[in-house]
């Protein structure tokens, strides 16, 4: 039996970066580490222990994590974490750039991770990587919200040169379906009426004989949640089957996030993709057919080494056709270890910043005008918190299709899903109102 009793009413504090994984591996620990008498409290002064969960996808997301590393660090009389991707990617380095960190954990330890803190067992390093490990969410788990994520895949094993995740997540694993049911369940009951469903690359989930899709089809037969939305498809692993069951369940979200990366067939064949532009593009059209109206977003990346002028045009020519809600759009990072580290003709940065802003210009332009064309529809969105404009109080939202509302309504409370007119926008959010 462990023995920990001592540190039951200890106070701990959780900083993420990085993405919807990060943000899950955290919830998973705090929802443990509450599960064994810790309390989690949202300001960093108050805790006995500090937990940074940082991220390593760009040279810029790992030093702002360790900037606040830098910070905490200076905060008398606390334990420090350092975990998640960063860790499992600088590890030792990480000591020699900031003095007083505790304990260094990767993301596929975290069971470990709660021993430590909880006080029974006293190792502080755990690089290692176990490849089968996936975790759930405890009983102790209490959504903040009322959309909850739920975690069906880790790792990837796609490897595309310019990206560090599959050296940090190690291989791909799929939750058993009757625990990604449960724990939907779970969420269910705590007041979630919204679930995501998260990983690298959830296409690829495969368990026996369950694929994606099944998974799916099983999700909306066993639990009764009103809204499943599923986060990142890569555009190799897509079936166009599953446009079908997004056309015939109006409670899967009619929205997919979808990374391009790129234009140019000759970028994309450096960065290991595994698709053309064409490909990508009559992908979209085929859904667009089988669902008409679904909202697609995107990842692009810009300053890819050797990326021409050409290249890039072919780029913008892509987003104008795709023609996407919104973009995700980076300058390409240098990644120690990936396989595009070694690739010559890097982009100079003045370069790869013009890039960057027209790339932007056009993908705010495109996702105005999309937006603009829903101005007068009427579309139930799920109240999820509220926002302060001005002298006003609005409630906040999104529809289906993921894009913003900000409500302003009486009779409505937090977590109802209620029925708007888009009346008009506030730069690319919709003010709704609820009366016709
Ligand atoms: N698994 C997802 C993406 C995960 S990382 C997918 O394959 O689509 C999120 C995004 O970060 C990527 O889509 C990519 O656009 C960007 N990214 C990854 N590595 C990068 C790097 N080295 N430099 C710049 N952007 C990068
Ligand atoms: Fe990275 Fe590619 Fe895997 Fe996405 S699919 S996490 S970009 S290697
Ligand atoms: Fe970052 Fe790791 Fe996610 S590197 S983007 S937190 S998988």
């Known amino acids: 039996m462990m023995n920990n009793t001592g540190r039951r009413g200890e106070r701990v504090f959780i900083r993420t970066f990085g993405c919807q994984m990060n943000m899950y591996d955290s919830q998973f620990i705090s929802s443990a580490l509450q599960e064994i008498g810790f309390i989690e409290v949202d300001d960093a002064q108050e805790a006995d222990i500090i937990i ?18 830098h910070r905490y660090s200076r905060l008398d009389n606390k334990r420090i974490a350092v975990i998640g991707c960063l860790a499992q990617n600088l590890h030792d380095q990480l000591r020699e750039k900031v003095e007083g960190i505790d304990i260094i954990c990767g993301p596929d330890n975290y069971n470990e991770l ?12 755990l690089p290692g990587r176990k490849t089968d490990v996936t975790y759930s969410l405890t009983d102790s788990y209490r959504p903040d919200r009322f959309s909850g994520f739920v975690s069906i895949t880790r790792g990837c094993e796609n490897f595309c040169s310019y990206c560090v995740v599959p050296y940090l997540r190690g291989k791909l694993r799929s939750k058993d379906p009757s625990a990604v049911i449960s724990e939907i369940l779970h969420l269910e009951e705590k007041g979630c009426r919204e679930i995501t469903l998260l990983g690298q690359n959830v296409l690829a989930y495969k368990h026996g004989d369950t694929g994606f899709t099944e998974l799916l089809e099983m999700i909306l037969r066993e639990s009764p949640v009103e809204r499943i939305r599923f986060l990142t498809s890569h555009p190799r692993d897509v079936r166009t089957g599953l446009f079908r069951i997004m056309r015939d369940n109006t409670r899967v ?17 450096l960065m290991k993709r595994g698709y053309s ?17 679904l909202a697609v977003t995107t990842d692009i990346i810009v300053g890819f080494p050797s990326e021409t002028e050409d290249d890039f045009s072919m780029t913008m020519e892509a987003v104008r ?20 580290w070694r690739f010559p003709d890097e982009v100079p940065l003045e370069i790869k910043k013009q890039r960057l802003q027209r790339l932007n210009q056009l993908v705010m332009e495109i996702r ?12 139930k969105i799920l109240l999820d918190g509220t926002a302060q404009r001005g002298e006003n109080l609005y409630f906040k939202g999104r529809t289906p299709h993921f894009r913003n509302v900000l409500l302003d309504c009486g009779e409505v409370k937090e977590g109802d899903i209620v029925e708007v007119t888009l009346e008009k926008l506030e730069k690319f959010t919709f003010i709704g109102k609820c009366r016709r």
């Open 253 to 269: 979200c009619p929205h997919i996030h979808l990374p391009l990366q790129a234009g140019s067939d000759r970028i994309l064949k």
């Open 277 to 293: 532009s064409g490909e990508y593009l009559r992908l979209l059209e085929k859904a667009r057919d089988i669902l008409p109206g």
């Open 368 to 379: 105005l005008d999309i937006l603009r064309e829903q101005i007068g529809k009427r579309i």
């Open 52 to 69: 940074v969960n940082g991220c390593s996808i760009r040279k810029h997301a790992e030093d702002r994590a360790i900037n606040w590393i």
């Open 114 to 125: 709660v021993d430590i803190i909880s006080g029974s067992s006293r190792e502080m390093n």
């Open 321 to 340: 056709s795709s023609r996407f809600d919104s973009a995700f759009t980076f300058i390409y990072s240098p990644r120690e270890g990936t396989a595009a």
